[in-house]
């Protein structure tokens, strides 16, 4: 079986209670919204309303609430009270892999943007009191507007495709160029080192959860911590998940009205952001994390890789890339140590998605692309 093949026949998902168009705060609409929830995810609404009463201004009950059925990370549910909506994500009980689930990260970043240039869903409270739902969360504002979940952008006319990608590389330019220390953010990571740091951090979280041996994340493992980048010195606050289906658009223009799911970010080198935007599109088009593997950008109006990153450098005012083999190869790792992660999660009966046990299948398919990527570029 091709690669291809394989990746579309793991990470096709059947899912239930489908809803339309786009995704919900942070979780694909594709995913749904269930009026059932797992075990130990039940929220306590009595409990929960008083609190948010307390904290929210004009929020008034009753409560209700639905759990988003998607979403591997953090479980994120609707809320809906006195004819308002809003969103709260929490930490998913159990034991949990050190630093994972980092919903205070989220929050506090939320709080430092919203009002900035890079746009945000208002944060309303983080509550660390584990008493209220039985772990720590955040409630912040519903997002109207559209997203777009598959990069191919078919229910858009090709004439409006390159703007949406032009856009997307705005805003991440955008985002690279914030005042740290401006918006209450200096000591949100540390600096200098960022790629030798996270490799040793998506490595001790991939041995952490390794449930067997796969020679194609060993290889890889092997080839980035001899090829680490000298230097490292470039330092932004990054997003750590920017990819297509985590923006919300205006309804009637090609601008970003909010930028969703900010768990994994922090201090870091600019170019983490980047590659990973350019890996996601490098999977296939048809996913849980669709791609546009095999399609023709040309045709499809949509910018080359190429002339993305030319974008974004003359945005930003930088010369030409150094070392994106390695950008891209260490986006394709992390990514594959998440997967792990959520597969061992899934294992413990912690994973809040039923369909998490797929992920065991994509972790040694990623690796092999990041080994691919760095055999062309040595050829």
Not at 237 to 265: C, K, M, Y
Not at 289 to 308: F, H, K, T
Request: proline share 6%; with cysteine.
């Amino acid at each position: 079986m091709s690669f291809t093949k394989f990746m579309l026949t793991i990470m096709q998902v059947n899912f239930t209670n489908v809803i339309g168009g786009g995704k919900l705060n942070g979780i694909p609409a594709e995913y749904g919204v269930s009026c059932m929830t797992s075990s130990g995810l039940e929220l306590d609404t009595e409990r929960l309303s008083t609190y948010l009463g307390r904290h929210i201004e004009g929020f008034a009950g009753p409560l209700s609430y639905q759990k988003f059925s998607g979403g591997q990370s953090n479980p994120t549910y609707l809320l809906k009270a006195g004819g308002s909506k809003y969103v709260l994500r929490r930490k998913p009980p159990g034991d949990l892999l050190p630093s994972a689930h980092a919903v205070d990260r989220e929050y506090r970043v939320l709080k430092a943007l919203h009002g900035t240039a890079v746009p945000v869903a208002k944060p309303y409270v983080l509550c660390e009191d584990t008493d209220v739902i039985g772990s720590m969360f955040y409630v912040m504002s519903f997002q109207e507007g559209r997203i777009f979940w598959n990069p191919a952008l078919p229910e858009l006319d090709v004439a409006d495709h390159h703007p949406v990608f032009d856009e997307m590389i705005r805003v991440l330019a955008a985002l690279h160029s914030v005042d740290t220390g401006a918006v209450g953010l200096s000591d949100f990571g540390k600096p200098g080192n960022y790629f030798q740091r996270q490799y040793s951090r998506w490595t001790k979280q991939y041995r952490a959860a390794e449930t067997s041996n796969l020679p194609e994340m060993e290889q890889l493992m092997g080839w980035l911590s001899r090829n680490l980048p000298d230097g490292d010195g470039s330092v932004s606050l990054i997003h750590g998940d920017f990819r297509i289906d985590n923006f919300i658009f205006a309804s009637d223009a090609p601008q970003i009205t909010a930028v969703l799911d900010w768990e994994l970010s922090t201090l870091g080198h600019p170019m983490a952001d980047l590659g990973y935007f350019c890996v996601c599109l490098r999977l296939p088009p048809t996913g849980l994390i669709r791609g546009l593997q095999g399609l023709d950008r040309a045709a499809l109006n949509i910018p080359s890789e190429a002339e993305m990153i030319e974008r974004y450098c003359s945005l930003r005012d930088l010369p030409e890339i150094e070392n994106w083999t390695f950008y891209l190869a260490f986006s394709f790792f992390r990514m594959a140590a998440i997967a792990q992660g959520v597969y061992s999660r899934a294992l413990a009966g912690n994973a809040s998605n039923e369909n998490a046990m797929a992920f065991k299948g994509l972790v040694a398919p990623l690796a092999q692309m990041a080994l691919d990527e760095i055999a062309a570029a040595t050829h």
